[in-house]
C-alpha cells in the first residue's frame, strides 16, 4: 500500500523561500513517477515538479528557475525547494506518485497519478 505523508508547509513572505518534503510508503522509486502538485482555492489542481528514478525533472513554467525538486532513495524522501515565493504559489501542495510503465517523461499531469498525499499548506504573502 502506498503511503504519502507530507510535512507541514508554512507561511512566508513574498521573496522568501520555503522546503517540503514528503516521506513515501509502499513503492519503489525506481518504478515511480514522483511529483509535486498544487491546488489555489477557486482553481484546478496543477503539476509543478515531477522526477523519475534516473533524476530527470519537469517543471511548470510558473516555477523554472524558482522551484526544484529533488529525492532521497535511501530515506524514500521527495522534497521541494520554492525559492523567491510569489503570493501566487499559495495554495495547498500535495505530493503524488504513480507507478511507470514506460521511459516516458513523468507527466505535470494530475489525472495520471494515483497515489495522493493528504496536502499541506503554503501562504505566501505580499
Known amino acids: 500500500q502506498v503511503q504519502l505523508m507530507e510535512s507541514a508547509g508554512g507561511s512566508v513572505q513574498a521573496g522568501g523561500s520555503l522546503g517540503l518534503s514528503c516521506k513515501a510508503s509502499?513503492?519503489?522509486?525506481?518504478?515511480?513517477?514522483m511529483g509535486w502538485f498544487r491546488q489555489a482555492p477557486g482553481k484546478e489542481r496543477e503539476g509543478v515538479a515531477t522526477?523519475?528514478?534516473?533524476?530527470?525533472?519537469e517543471y511548470a513554467d510558473s516555477v523554472k528557475g524558482r522551484f526544484t525538486i529533488s529525492q532521497d532513495n535511501a530515506s524514500n524522501t521527495l522534497y521541494l525547494q520554492m525559492n523567491s515565493l510569489e503570493a501566487e504559489d499559495t495554495a495547498m501542495y500535495y505530493c503524488?506518485?504513480?507507478?511507470?510503465?514506460?521511459?516516458?517523461?513523468?507527466?505535470?499531469?494530475?489525472?495520471?497519478?494515483?497515489?495522493w498525499g493528504q496536502g499541506t499548506q503554503v501562504t505566501v504573502s505580499s
Open positions: 503524488a506518485a504513480r507507478r511507470r510503465f514506460t521511459t516516458a517523461s513523468c507527466l505535470l499531469l494530475p489525472s495520471a497519478y494515483n497515489n
Open positions: 509502499g513503492i519503489t522509486y525506481s518504478n515511480y513517477c
Open positions: 522526477i523519475d528514478a534516473g533524476g530527470n525533472r
